[in-house]
């Protein structure tokens, strides 16, 4: 699915941050999220991941804060909604409260500036991978909706790729679910794919043959413009065991190759590094790949 692109979507450029704050971040004397701008824009980075990941609790002041500071020094906002969220659910109760997540994640996203709700859309512990993606989609259907009637309509649902056996987020389905509606982004964790793959990214053309898939199943705005995640992962048999550093040794997938393709392609995705306390260290090291490829 070729097109011709917007001057608005050609304008946007590669962006690299961190997810969440590193260690040396709270090591030099900072405390607070929103003191990460004008330190991340210092170090030459333009992301930033808020996590909600074990809870939407954030005073709308505090959202404002993040969204003037953000926008002062041009770092673009996302959130990941909390990892409780199941789409796959056939609860009706926790099915309304995933929806007040992601609605209150949006909420808050908005007032810091920004756009991009990242979320894992389920796992199927008690149903098959068909049944769950197609509670997941309906789900999803509903939630757009949603979004729409609540003033949420200009931001963008982003289902992750996930990293275990068990968990929905093939790279097939998380293409797919972009298919219900223009609102919905694909985030892509290639870390994920590696580990769910069991370590299935090794080279330049395993990076080519999951952007081809994109190419292919996505709206020409959402491949140029897809989120992602990126670090370096640990497995098991079952898939995704725990995030790494780039500077522990042995683990993948490697950056590099990705890179060049990104580059080549001339694709512009906001890149999240997840590494474990040293996130923003990482992000730096991404983006001189990068701009050395
Ligand atoms: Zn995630």
Redesign the pocket.
Known sequence: MLGVLTPEEKKNSVRFGPSGNSESFYAIGYKHSFEAFAWLNGLGLSAYEYSFSHGVNMKPETAETIGREASKYNIAVSC?APYYINLATEETEKKQKNIDYLVDSARLLKMMGGKRV?F?PGSFAKTTQVKAYENIEKALAEIVAIFRQEGLGDMMLCP?TLGKKRQSGSLDEIIALCDIDDMIYPTI?FGHLHARGQGAIVCEQDYADILDAMEKGLSPEKYQNFHS?FSHIEYTDAGEKQHRTFADFGFGPDFAPLAKQVKQRGLTPTFICESRGTMAEDALVMKRIYENE
Request: hydrophobic letters at 15%; a negative charge.
């Open positions: 990941h990242v894992h992750e964790d995640h």
